[in-house]
């Protein structure tokens, strides 16, 4: 993954952010994530360069991205040669179901793509998980784009090729690995984004310096709030370097079949708050609140100590998450555990920390000791 995205700009530009590139290598098949206020003015070329010879390109449009922010992809997608086709899909966790897919699949097989067509994600990270799956799909796979526009999917969805949607057995139960093309973020999008749902991608971006990065970490306790301000340069310092976490961990073990299962920190508690809350808590609350607790057992289980524990709770507060006042029933929490899928033969795996910056898996704790961590957080 090159360049450092940590080490400041090098452009003279003063007064906007310099443009970030991180490029993720897997065996067969590489990809650029390209960072910068204003890139979605010129996504036409850098679409050009990696299908040269489509003629059509296939929009998937969340409907909560402002129109505005649309028309200035298809734009300059029109611009760089593109007919371009814009499907609109209502994102939602309801919508992220086999029976969408199905319905987006009309328009776009109606628009007599070819194999060359790229399809574009343009929204968060539902969007890119549904058109995702469309495009490892139609046709036996087309060239796909992320375009996120929520810091979740800036920081998180849009880098590592799973794609996928929900059934009422679970969420995220079919899917395929399908790595994008190319990654175009303009963290100016997020000017229009809900501030709860900025927080959720926080909550991310806390897990990922949590895990790998202790310097990263003790910026992040720092500056957070710059984000909630919605500083734009922060922003993007910010997504360049989370999404350079998220390439490193997706370049190890592209399928998850090891240190992938890292990025599940705080997700094991989290899924449960999540589905017992009724998705009351949103997945960044739910996140922040399983983070909570992993730090609490990792402390139990003597991993971390005492003020690392503390540092992990204040950082999210910062960043304006909740780490207690859980209102749920400690024992449904704990048995919605045991459905999660991250279930090893029988046993529940844990994400750890031994100190900030560095993830461990466990598959051995206590189930005392895994109730302890739920009650923790009612307090
Ligand atoms: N594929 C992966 O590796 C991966 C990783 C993490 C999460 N996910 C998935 O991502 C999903 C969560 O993503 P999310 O948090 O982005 O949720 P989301 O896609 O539902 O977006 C959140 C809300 O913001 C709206 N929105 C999006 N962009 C906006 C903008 N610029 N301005 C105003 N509103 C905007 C959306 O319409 C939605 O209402 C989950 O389904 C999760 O499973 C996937
Ligand atoms: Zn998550």
């Not at 994008?180 to 897990?207: F, M, N, Q």
Request: contains cysteine; aromatic residues 4%.
């Amino acid at each position: 993954v090159t360049p450092d995205p940590a080490a400041p700009p090098t452009s003279a530009a003063a007064t906007t952010a310099a443009e970030r590139v991180v490029r993720l290598t897997l065996p067969g098949h590489a990809y650029d994530i390209v960072v910068r206020p204003g890139l979605l003015d010129d996504a036409g070329p850098r679409v050009r360069a990696v299908t040269p010879v489509a003629e059509k390109a296939v929009v998937v449009r969340d409907l909560n991205v402002p129109a505005a922010a649309l028309a200035r992809l298809t734009g300059s997608l029109s611009r760089a040669g593109f007919a371009v086709t814009v499907v609109d899909y209502e994102a939602g966790e309801e919508t992220k179901s086999w029976e969408w897919v199905g319905r987006l699949f009309d328009p776009i097989l109606r628009a007599r793509i070819d194999r060359r067509t790229p399809i574009l994600a343009f929204g968060g990270g539902v969007t890119g998980d549904v058109a995702g799956f469309v495009a490892a799909t139609a046709l036996r796979g087309l060239p796909f784009v992320q375009v996120p526009t929520t810091l979740l999917a800036m920081v998180d969805a849009s880098v590592g090729g799973k794609t996928g949607v929900n059934h009422a057995a679970g969420k995220n139960l079919i899917g395929a690995f399908h790595q994008p093309s190319l990654v175009l973020i303009d963290p100016g999008v997020l000017s229009t984004l809900p501030p709860r749902e900025l927080r959720s991608g926080l909550a991310e971006c806390v897990k990922h310096d949590l895990i790998r990065d202790a310097a990263g970490f003790a910026r992040l306790e720092q500056d957070v709030g710059r984000a909630l301000a919605g500083d734009v340069r922060y922003l993007t310092e910010l997504v360049a370097h989370n999404v350079a976490i998220k390439a490193r961990v997706v370049e190890a073990d592209p399928l998850e079949k090891g240190e992938r299962a890292h990025l599940n920190l705080g997700h094991t508690f989290g899924h449960a708050i999540e589905t017992v809350s009724n998705y009351d808590y949103s997945h960044g609350e739910a996140v922040a609140l399983g983070t909570a607790a992993a730090a609490k057992l990792s402390a139990d289980l003597g991993l971390l100590d005492e003020p690392s524990r503390q540092r992990v709770l204040a950082a999210l507060g910062k960043a304006e998450l909740p780490t207690a006042g859980l209102k749920l029933d400690v024992d449904a929490v704990v048995a919605a555990m045991a459905y999660d899928k991250k279930v090893a033969a029988g046993k529940l795996r844990f994400v750890l920390l031994d100190g900030i910056g560095k993830a461990v898996v466990r598959d051995d704790v206590p189930a005392a000791l895994v109730r302890d961590a739920v009650a923790s957080l009612r307090s």
